[in-house]
């Protein structure tokens, strides 16, 4: 039995998971896997289902509540919405203005999450090590993949809520990247910013109808072969670091709402390069900010742990 206690330490792991899933880069699904609550995660949603309904049903609310397991589910999502609604502004705040200094926190951030999601699995072969290697290389793909521009119809706006919070909530993809290449993530961010309701909704509907659907399958290949999508999703993460690398050169940008008020240049086509114009300053400050993350992410998965 939880205590009101476990529930504050629940919606601050929603508010983790949140602000994770606002960056491109970085997966709220790899705070849940650390913090300990993934596995609870993907069988709450999964007990989302038809035999849920039947349960409200013939025994009720409070049956039905339980069935799929509410009480989690709601500090969790409550904290995810407080997260998105305070500090989509910060995020956007810290993209145009200190670019490096955050990717460098977030670099830090998947660096110890790799260490930290690698490390459960029990015994290497060369399956896993496989896995391993394809979970790279597709993650470290997508990463290369040029944006498209958004179109903002409402069916698009569905899909792309399907597709991405099926990268949400694995250990490794971001959903807010594949909002990026699907065109979207301005869009969305804007929207939880200036609260859109139509597009919410819209959007909020797609990553229902995906996240019930995927869920079920990462259900199924945890239990069936742990190890294996353990080694495939520290792929991703490994993969995933091509995005997040601070320094970049843009080769090619497209102009946002050209013509418009708000008009906006937006890196299409970037490479990674070293940092060697960079102030000693700024280097070293990027580098402090890596080790921030890198050392808050391993403390929160032993805090996490002598929770659990």
């Given amino acids: 039995m939880r205590t009101f206690k476990d529930y504050i330490l629940l919606f601050s792991k929603g508010i983790a998971m949140g602000a994770a899933d606002l960056v491109p880069g970085v997966s709220g699904g790899t705070i849940a896997f650390i913090t300990g609550i993934y596995q609870e995660l993907l069988d709450s949603i999964n007990a989302a289902n038809l035999s849920a309904l039947k349960i409200l049903k013939s025994d009720g609310l409070k049956s039905f509540w339980k069935h799929i397991n509410g009480n989690f589910l709601l500090a969790l999502l409550l904290g995810i ?13 810290l993209l145009d203005h200190h670019t490096i200094l955050l990717w460098s926190f977030f670099f830090g951030l998947i660096v110890g999450s790799i260490y930290l999601v690698g490390k459960t699995i029990t015994k290497w072969n060369l399956l896993k090590v496989i896995g391993l290697l394809a979970g790279t290389a597709l993650s470290f793909y997508i990463t290369i993949l040029p944006p498209v521009e958004n179109p903002e119809a409402m069916w698009y706006i569905f899909m792309s809520g399907a597709i991405a919070i099926c990268a949400m909530i694995l250990p490794g993809i ?9 065109g ?21 509907l797609g990553c229902l109808t995906g996240l019930i ?11 069936k072969y742990h190890d294996l999508t353990i080694a495939i999703l520290t792929g991703f993460l490994v993969g995933s670091l091509n995005k997040i690398w601070p320094w970049k050169n843009t080769i ?18 970037q490479e990674n390069i070293l940092p060697q114009h960079t102030a000693d300053a700024h280097l070293i400050l990027a580098i402090a900010m890596a080790v921030v993350g890198l050392v808050l992410i391993i403390g929160l998965e032993k805090f996490s742990g002598k929770k659990n």
């Fill in 252 to 269: 090619e940008f497209f102009i946002k709402h050209e013509g418009e008020p708000n008009e906006k240049m937006v890196p299409l086509i």
């Fill in 81 to 93: 919405g407080v997260s998105a609604a305070t500090l989509a502004k910060l995020i956007t705040y």
């Fill in 184 to 204: 979207s993530y301005e869009l969305i961010l804007t929207a939880i910013k200036d609260v859109k309701l139509a597009t919410l909704t819209v959007f909020a």
């Fill in 213 to 223: 659907s995927f869920s079920k399958l990462l259900s199924w290949m945890f239990k």
């Fill in 174 to 182: 971001s959903g807010s990247f594949i909002l990026l290449l699907l």
